[in-house]
C-alpha cells in the first residue's frame, strides 16, 4: 500500500481528500505538528506528498526545497495560487506537479495514480540507459544532465520531457505527445504545467550557456535543435 503525506492546514479539506484517496487504497498520513514536518517526513518515509504552499511556521516552498535535499520522492504541490511564477517556483525546487485549487477528486486521483504509475509502475524511468545529442547526455540511472563535465540533478518530469526532445533532436513534439509521455493523460493536465516545465528546461540549458536550444511552434510543438560545431 503506498503511502502519501498530506500536509494541508485546511483541515476540512484533509478530513476529505484523506478519505477520498483512502476510498482507492492509500494509506494517507497526516503530519501531527507543522513545527515537526521535516522529522516527520523522515520517520514516515512516504511514497509521494501532496503538499499546500500556504502553511503556518514553513510554506510549502521552504518544505519541498527540503525534502528534495533529503529525498527523491514525488510531490505534488497543491495551491489557490495559479499565476505561472508560482508554478515556476515549484519547479524549480523539486516539485513534481502542480495542482490549482479548486480540484475536483477526480482530477486528484487521477494524477496521483499516474504519478505512481510514472515513478513506481510501467512508465518508471528504466536504469542504465543515457541519451546523448552532442555535448548533452542524459543519464537514466542519475537522472542528470551532463554538459561537458558539468552535472545537473533533474526532477523526473523535467528529465522525461528533455529526453522525449533529445530522442527527437530537429523534429517537432506535439504538446500532447509530450504531456502523454510525462503525466499519462492529456485530461487532468493544465497545459500550462507543460510550459512550466519547458520554461524550466530553457533556464537549465541558459545556465550551461545553451541559449534558444529549445524551438517553439505555435500549434505544432517543441523542438530541440542542437547547433552543429558544438
Keep these: 500500500m503506498y503511502k502519501v503525506m498530506l500536509i494541508e492546514d485546511d483541515y476540512q479539506l484533509c478530513g476529505l481528500i484523506k478519505e477520498n484517496l483512502e476510498r482507492y487504497g492509500y494509506n494517507v ?7 515537526n514536518i521535516e522529522e516527520e517526513f523522515l520517520t514516515i518515509n512516504p511514497d509521494l506528498v501532496l503538499l499546500d504552499i500556504n502553511l503556518p511556521y514553513y510554506d ?11 529525498s527523491t520522492v514525488p510531490i505534488l504541490m497543491i495551491s489557490a495560487r495559479s499565476q505561472e511564477m508560482d508554478q515556476i517556483m515549484a519547479i524549480e525546487l523539486g516539485a513534481d506537479d502542480f495542482i490549482t485549487k479548486p480540484f475536483t477528486f477526480e482530477m486528484l486521483q487521477s494524477k496521483v495514480k499516474a504519478t505512481f504509475r510514472r515513478v513506481y509502475g510501467e512508465y518508471a524511468v528504466k536504469d542504465g540507459k543515457c541519451v546523448c545529442v552532442g555535448s548533452l547526455c542524459l543519464d537514466d540511472k542519475t537522472m542528470c544532465l551532463d554538459y561537458k563535465g558539468i ?6 518530469n523535467v528529465f522525461k520531457l528533455l529526453k522525449k526532445l533529445m530522442e ?5 513534439v506535439s504538446r500532447e505527445e509530450l504531456i502523454e509521455e510525462v503525466w499519462d493523460s ?3 493536465v493544465d497545459d500550462n504545467t ?17 541559449k534558444d536550444l529549445i524551438k517553439s511552434k505555435r500549434g505544432v510543438g517543441y523542438m530541440l535543435q542542437y547547433p552543429s560545431g558544438e
Design 194 to 210: 507543460l510550459t512550466v516545465n519547458v520554461t524550466r528546461i530553457k533556464q537549465i540549458l541558459s545556465e550551461l550557456g545553451l
Design 29 to 35: 498520513i497526516l503530519p501531527e505538528n507543522f513545527t
Design 186 to 188: 492529456v485530461t487532468f
Design 168 to 172: 527527437n533532436e530537429n523534429s517537432f
Design 60 to 70: 510549502g516552498y521552504y518544505l519541498c526545497r527540503s525534502f528534495r535535499q533529503k
Design 151 to 156: 552535472k545537473v540533478e533533474l526532477s523526473k
